[in-house]
């Protein structure tokens, strides 16, 4: 299997994908609600954490894809991955959860932190790649 990084993170990502997809659409037969989200605390959480999903994991995966077929650092790579979903994992818990009034659930805060601290690692080490090849 080329890229085995990148395949089996996509793997995990893609069934955490699912799984949220699933969960909106179970509170969106419990509501009777087709579009949209009625108001709902649950439902908008529900479509929220797999629509942040849906709107962080390709760019990741891209990212990752290309640096590991550019040679970098295997464990590098397969620790960033595990953090990535870690964290995905963390803010789709923290997003069904509760929480209080005016401050997000310590789940979600951790999600959103390690998703942008591993983008942001995957950023320097392609522009570094980039320019080192220059």
Do not use: C
């Amino acid at each position: 299997m080329p890229l085995p990084i990148t395949s089996a993170t996509t793997a995990l990502l893609a069934l955490l994908l699912l799984t949220l997809a699933i969960l909106t659409v179970r509170h969106r037969f419990r509501l009777k609600v087709g579009f949209g989200d009625a108001g709902d605390g649950g439902l908008i959480a529900a479509s929220r954490s797999h629509g942040n999903l849906a709107e962080h994991a390709p760019i990741v995966l891209i990212m990752l894809g290309l640096l590991e077929y550019g040679g970098a650092n295997a464990q590098l790579l397969m620790g960033l991955a595990g953090a990535f979903v870690i964290g995905r994992v963390a803010h789709a818990i923290g997003l069904h959860g509760k929480d209080e009034p005016g401050k997000p659930p310590l789940m979600r805060q951790a999600g959103v932190i390690l998703t942008w601290l591993v983008m942001l690692v995957l950023i320097v080490m392609l522009l570094l790649g980039v320019f080192a090849r220059s």
